[in-house]
């Protein structure tokens, strides 16, 4: 199985300022196949389903705001909030769909400070 | 609008069988594969089971291989979990989800509200 470990596992940033959280998997999900890496990334507010935010480890699903990127590629993944907002406070979770079974990092929580 | 409603949840004991239920709207069911993946209340997501589109393609986790089973009926744009042998360790919300793809799995671009299974004595 492909372990997904995120890091840190809480965070709180200041509105305004940059939150990045990290995704580390335990092999590469590297697509070979189009050069793109099966990692995704999901927002879940409390008591919501989780949305998708980010497929194929950069590219930003629609209506989703643009200060949200993702970057990385192999085992190293990196979710940036470039300005937190109020409404960003949830949990967020990296997933794979490189292999089966499908994993997910265990999230990482984010607030305000 | 894609709308994934799921239903079926509920109290159960150890043992026992439950079946979850996924109605599908707002999209051409036949052409998506579709996801269980369910959340312990407070925990992280884990992923259950997979099903291509046309039924071809089946997967499941290791800690419910033998014991679950994921179907889908075309007819009634619905998927389904058919839970045996239920543990207290399956205690979890169960959610539905979309695959962006048919034949091979991705990520999921719509997931439904959840439905609540309690495994208890």
């Known amino acids: 199985d492909i372990v997904m470990t995120q890091s840190p596992d809480s965070l709180a940033v200041s509105l305004g300022e940059r939150a990045t959280i990290n995704c580390k998997s335990s092999?590469?999900?590297?697509?070979?196949?189009?050069?793109?890496?099966?990692l995704g990334w999901y927002q879940q507010k409390p008591g919501q389903p989780p949305k998708l935010l980010i497929y194929w480890s950069s590219t930003r699903e629609s209506g989703v705001p643009d200060r949200f990127s993702g970057s990385g590629s192999g085992t190293d993944f990196t979710l940036t909030i470039s300005s937190l907002q109020a409404e960003d406070v949830a949990f967020y979770y990296c997933q794979q769909y490189h292999g089966i079974p499908i994993t997910f990092g265990q999230g990482t929580r984010l607030e305000i400070k | 609008e894609v709308q994934l409603v799921e239903s079926g949840g509920g109290l159960v004991q150890p043992g026992r069988s439950l079946r979850l239920s996924c109605a599908a709207s707002?999209?051409?069911?036949?052409?998506?594969?579709m996801h269980w993946v369910r959340q312990t209340p407070g925990k992280g997501l884990e992923w259950v089971s997979g099903?291509?589109?046309?039924?071809?393609?089946?997967v499941y986790a290791d800690s419910v291989k033998g014991r679950f089973t994921i179907s889908r009926d075309s007819s009634k744009n619905s998927l389904y979990l058919q839970m045996d042998s239920l543990r207290l360790e399956d205690t979890a919300f169960y959610y539905c989800?979309?695959?962006?793809?048919?034949?091979?799995?991705?990520?999921?671009?719509?997931w439904g509200q959840g439905a609540l299974v309690t495994v208890s004595s």
């Open positions: 099903i291509s589109g046309n039924s071809g393609r089946i």
């Open positions: 989800a979309k695959d962006i793809g048919n034949n091979y799995w991705y990520y999921f671009d719509c």
């Open positions: 092999q590469s999900v590297l697509n070979s196949s189009n050069n793109k890496n099966n």
């Open positions: 707002g999209f051409t069911f036949d052409d998506y594969g």
